[in-house]
């Protein structure tokens, strides 16, 4: 069964830090581009961050950039969001997604074929 499993999610105060994992199980993420997404409650899913399936290029949404680092490990088959100087407006669902399409670096979720279940992330004082 293919799938991608998220962890690290939580609850931390404004200013804090979290790190997202997303995992594969089931095939190999090698040669898949990983988009990082997230859906507040009320809210359109918004495209967070984006990396090529090499780790040569990456992006982000202009309300996380600088404050977000995605990153990942083939050999562990994960890739990572680094999340610091989290604000309350970072609440949300986060979910991971793996496409192999040359245009996912767009982060419009049509592309992308398999999702994470996501992870809550709750910014609160």
């Known amino acids: 069964q293919l799938q991608l499993v998220e962890s690290g999610g939580g609850s931390v105060q404004p200013g804090g830090s979290l790190r997202l994992s997303c995992t594969a199980s089931?095939?190999?993420?090698?040669?898949?581009?990983i988009g990082w997404f997230r859906q507040a409650p009320g809210k359109e899913r918004e495209g967070v961050s984006y990396?090529?399936?090499?780790?040569?290029?990456?992006r982000y949404a202009d309300s996380v950039e600088g404050r977000f680092t995605i990153s990942r490990d083939n050999a562990k088959n994960t890739v990572y969001l680094q999340m610091n100087s989290l604000e309350p407006e970072d609440t949300a669902v986060y979910y991971c997604a793996a496409s192999r399409a040359g245009s996912s670096w767009r982060l419009d979720a049509a592309v992308y074929d398999y999702w994470g279940q996501g992870t809550q992330v709750t910014v609160s004082s």
């Open positions: 990396i090529a399936s090499g780790g040569d290029f990456t």
């Open positions: 089931g095939f190999t993420l090698d040669y898949y581009n």
